[in-house]
């Protein structure tokens, strides 16, 4: 499998997850960036175990600060 299959791949499961369990929030594009910023940088630490990646993707997700817009 090369490199960008396995990104593919994790990315795919990680989307999956974050879509059916209704935690994808804001932007998509956005959303997509972080998850695969987040792969990426593992991946260039030399992981490539599929199921840690994306497991890693969606936890630095759900845990990511979300910036609330309000009115002052």
Same mark, same amino acid.
């Given at each position: %499998?090369? /490199?960008? #299959? $396995?990104? +593919? #791949?994790?990315?795919?499961? +990680?989307? @999956?997850?974050? /879509?059916?369990?209704?935690? $994808?929030?804001?932007?998509?594009?956005?959303?997509?960036?972080?998850?695969?910023?987040?792969? /990426?940088? %593992? %991946?260039? =630490?030399?992981?490539? @175990?599929?199921? *840690? *990646?994306?497991? &890693? &993707?969606? /936890? &630095?997700?759900?845990? =990511?600060?979300? $910036?609330?817009?309000?009115? +002052?």
């Amino acid at each position: %499998m090369t /490199d960008l #299959q $396995l990104r +593919a #791949q994790c990315f795919e499961i +990680a989307w @999956r997850y974050l /879509d059916q369990s209704g935690l $994808l929030t804001g932007e998509h594009k956005d959303s997509a960036r972080f998850i695969l910023n987040k792969i /990426d940088r %593992m %991946m260039l =630490r030399g992981e490539r @175990r599929r199921l *840690l *990646l994306s497991n &890693a &993707a969606i /936890d &630095a997700y759900r845990l =990511r600060p979300v $910036l609330v817009s309000g009115s +002052a």
